[in-house]
T-cell receptor
Framework: DAGVTQSPTHLIKTRGQQVTLRCSPI?????VSWYQQVLGQGPQFIFQ???????GRGNFPDRFSARQFPNYSSELNVNALLLGDSALYLC????????????FGSGTRLTVV | AQRVTQPEKLLSVFKGAPVELKCNYS??????LFWYVQYSRQRLQLLLR??SRESIKGFTADLNKGETSFHLKKPFAQEEDSAMYYC????????????FGQGTELSVKP
């Protein structure tokens, strides 16, 4: 098993553009969560999806959206990018809603210029 | 509001010295606390959780509800313990949402 895989690994976008980040969970894991990690800070919760339904949303603007597909993979979309969206975006998967045994991916480094 | 505070950004010790990484939290209800670790160029990974009460790589952490703390301790630090450590709290009201502290960088010198 390759673990949690995220793509792309690095991305550079211009202010105002839109971006889509992708995450494939560990086989059998039905829960996917997204976190934003700004340099020098801990990860901050954005979304959790379980069985293709949104189960939690963090304090992020509506420019951030996500979805989970029937194969439990997930996409995070960010519209109208701002410089402050530059961060490492982490995906974590778990077999349960409550997140026991979270496994994190390596992340996507997004730079907005 | 739920919050996790790690007061030290950097903790530097010599090999063989005891280590204590501090974590304080604010939460109403029964929290579940975790320590995550990120070694250089590796993924964030779970080190231990208070429910399991186990010792991983010589590290232990005890939940002190009176002091709202979950400090991470190791009696004798090793160079390979050098990493970024994050304390996290799980919010039962929102599924598996984790609230992380800012992290403490542990540097163990030879």
């Amino acid at each position: 098993d390759a673990g949690v895989t995220q793509s792309p690994t690095h991305l550079i976008k211009t202010r105002g553009q839109q971006v889509t980040l992708r995450c494939s969970p560990i086989s059998g894991h039905k829960s996917v969560s997204w976190y934003q990690q700004v340099l020098g800070q801990g990860p901050q919760f954005i979304f959790q999806y379980y069985e293709k339904e949104e189960r939690g949303r963090g304090n992020f603007p509506d420019r951030f959206s996500a979805r989970q597909f029937p194969n439990y993979s997930s996409e995070l979309n960010v519209n109208a990018l701002l410089l402050g969206d530059s961060a490492l975006y982490l995906c974590a998967s778990s077999s349960t809603l409550t997140g026991e045994g979270y496994t994190f991916g390596s992340g996507t480094r997004l730079t907005v210029v | 509001a739920q919050r996790v505070t790690q007061p030290e950004k950097l903790l530097s010790v010599f090999k063989g010295a005891p280590v204590e990484l501090k974590c304080n939290y604010s939460y109403s209800g029964s929290p579940e606390l975790f320590w995550y670790v990120q070694y250089s160029r590796q993924r964030l990974q779970l080190l231990l959780r208070h429910i399991s009460r186990e010792s991983i790589k010589g590290f232990t952490a005890d939940l002190n509800k009176g002091e709202t703390s979950f400090h991470l301790k190791k009696p004798f630090a090793q160079e390979e313990d050098s990493a970024m450590y994050y304390c996290a709290l799980r919010n039962y009201n929102q599924g598996g949402k984790l609230i992380f502290g800012q992290g403490t960088e542990l540097s163990v010198k030879p």
